[in-house]
Each structure stands twice: as C-alpha cells, then as structure tokens.
C-alpha cells in the first residue's frame, strides 16, 4: 500500500501536507471526543474534510489557492452534514459529540437529554429539551448551508467529470441536511 501511495504521490505531485493532515484527523477521532467552540470543530475540518477535496484537486491537476479555498466549502458542508446526520451513532454509539459544547449550552441542551432523546427515539419532537435541540440543529444546519454555499462556485471552474462529481457531492450533502 505504502509504495503505490509514494507512487500516486510522485505522478500526482501531491502535497503530503494534505496526507499528514488526515493523520492528525484520525488521531484526533481516537482522542478527542467533545469540541468547546465553533472555532475547533473548524479546525477538525481543516484536517479532516478539507484536505480530501484538496487532494482531488490536485489529482486533476488543479493547483489554485482560491480553488482550495471553494473546494474546503464544499468538503467542511459535507463534513458537518455527515455530523448532523450521525449524531445518534456517533454520540451514544462512539461517545464523540461534534456539536460545540459552547452552542450546547447557548441552546440549553444538555448530554444527558441527548441520550435520553436517543434512547426513546423522540428527538427533537417534545417538551422545552425537543424546542431547545430543534433551533440548535436548525442553527447547525443553517452553517452547514452556508458552508456549501461558499464552495459551490467551485463547480463553474471545473470541468468534465470533476464538475459531475462536485455537482453530486454538493446535491447530495444538501439533501442531507433536507
């Protein structure tokens, strides 16, 4: 596997930066399971999701910074789209927890309501503890939204099978947060 990846490397010319990147991904999903603010679940983003887009990128043999820049929209809306969409799995399944704590507490949802919603599968759907998860997810989808938003333009300045790909990636993580 390791010579055909430095051999995908040299033809492809890719910045290994990118590969270390998804390292510190991985060992982050071993050992951390909660984010405080918006800010650090960013920058899981920036090494867990963003570097995917830009090694695509760089396998069609795009090297544009501002490309990167749309492709990370695109990756990060994805990203936290399979977040919303996990929630359940990831938290009383795996014990991560994406959603910042800091907006948990603005929102005034707690873990333990989490679990209980999980455990009787009325998420979001009674009492003060389902209003209160209803604007929160609302608010999480909505940044979701808005990261999609600032990459789609990326679609436009690619061609051929890559806009294909990218014009699906984007349907259907917005349809997932539908």
């Keep these: 596997i390791f010579l055909a990846l430095a051999d995908t490397i040299r033809r ?15 060992r982050m999903d071993v050992t951390k399971s909660r984010y405080e603010n918006w800010e650090e679940l960013m920058a899981y983003c920036r090494t867990s999701a963003n570097p ?6 760089a396998v069609f043999g795009i090297r544009d910074p501002e490309m990167d820049r749309l492709s ?11 977040h919303w969409q996990d ?3 990831d938290f009383l399944q795996k014990d991560r927890l ?13 873990e333990e309501e989490l679990r209980e919603m999980g455990r009787t599968g009325k ?13 929160l997810m609302k608010e ?11 990459g789609e333009p990326l679609i ?16 259907g993580g917005r349809e997932i947060l539908e």
Excluded at 72 to 82: E, K, P, S
Excluded at 123 to 135: H, S, V, W
Excluded at 140 to 150: G, I, N, P, Y
């Design 72 to 82: 990370d929209g695109i990756c990060t809306g994805l990203q936290l789209a399979n």
């Design 140 to 150: 999480l989808v909505r940044r979701a939204r808005e990261q999609f938003d600032q």
């Design 12 to 26: 492809c010319d890719l910045p290994v930066q990118l590969l270390d990147d998804l390292l510190t991904a991985f």
């Design 156 to 171: 436009g300045r690619v061609s051929g099978r890559l806009r294909l790909e990218l014009k699906l990636t984007l349907l």
């Design 123 to 135: 998420a979001g759907k009674t009492g003060k503890a389902g209003e209160n998860f209803r604007a």
């Design 98 to 110: 994406y959603i910042p704590q800091e907006m948990m507490r603005e929102y005034g949802v707690s």
């Design 87 to 89: 929630l359940s799995i």
């Design 52 to 57: 995917v887009g830009r090694l695509v990128l």
